[in-house]
Every structure is written in C-alpha cells, then in structure tokens.
C-alpha cells in the first residue's frame, strides 16, 4: 500500500486519468484513499496531487509497460513549470482492469 502525506496547506486537487477532482479539504491527520480501475488496456497511468496543473505536488505514474519501465511506479512532482527527481517506489500493487486502493 502507498502512503500519501497530505499537507494539510496544499488544498491539493487530484486528477487521474478521466477524472479530476479539485479543491478538496484537508484537516492535519485525515489521509485520502483513492480507488481506481485501470483499463484493461492501459500502459501506465497516473494520480496527481497539486494545487494546480502547475504545482504538482505529487505525482505518481504507475507504468505497466511505458516509457521502458515495466511494473514500474514512478513518483515525481512539478513545480513552476518542471519536473523534478524521479523516485521508484518498491512493489507494484495494480493490474489492468483491476481495482486498486491507494492511500
Ligand atoms: C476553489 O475554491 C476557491 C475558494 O473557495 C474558489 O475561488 C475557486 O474558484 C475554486 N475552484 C474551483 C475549480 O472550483
Ligand atoms: C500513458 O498512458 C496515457 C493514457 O492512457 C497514454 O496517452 C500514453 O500514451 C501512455 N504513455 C506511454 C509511454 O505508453
């Protein structure tokens, strides 16, 4: 399971592939839980976490066969405009066309 740390200042939105959901409400200690379906044809997709397009946050970019990485989640964020280090998160908890929990 992957533990988001939601700062309680970011105000953040959250935008998957096909859905965005914007100015959600943070209090200090609640945690988000996020439930998806991946197509079954899909090849990565990602979760983003930000106050805006701009200020991403967290990203995180599950690859099931994408960008040279197979079984891969690769984390980044985005800010004034670029990306920074990507980091690798251990195991890999999604399937095509299967529900996953990510909180
Ligand atoms: C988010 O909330 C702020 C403050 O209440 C408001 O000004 C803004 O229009 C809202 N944005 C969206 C996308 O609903
Ligand atoms: C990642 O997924 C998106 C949305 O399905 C797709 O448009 C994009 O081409 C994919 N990227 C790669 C490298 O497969």
Redesign the pocket.
């Known amino acids: 399971m992957y533990c988001l740390t939601i700062l309680p200042y970011l105000l953040p939105s959250l935008s998957a ?1 096909d859905m965005i959901v914007k100015n959600m409400s943070f209090k200090v200690g609640q945690t988000l839980t996020v439930v998806g379906v991946p ?1 079954p044809d ?5 979760l983003n976490i930000g106050s805006d397009e701009q200020e991403i946050t967290f990203h995180m970019n599950p ?1 099931f ?3 040279g990485d197979e079984n891969a989640v690769v984390c980044n964020s985005y800010q004034g405009g670029n990306w920074c280090e990507e980091h690798r998160e251990g195991g890999f908890p999604f399937q095509q066309g299967e529900e996953f929990k990510v909180k």
């Open positions: 592939q197509k899909a090849s990565n997709f990602s690859r066969n994408a960008h």
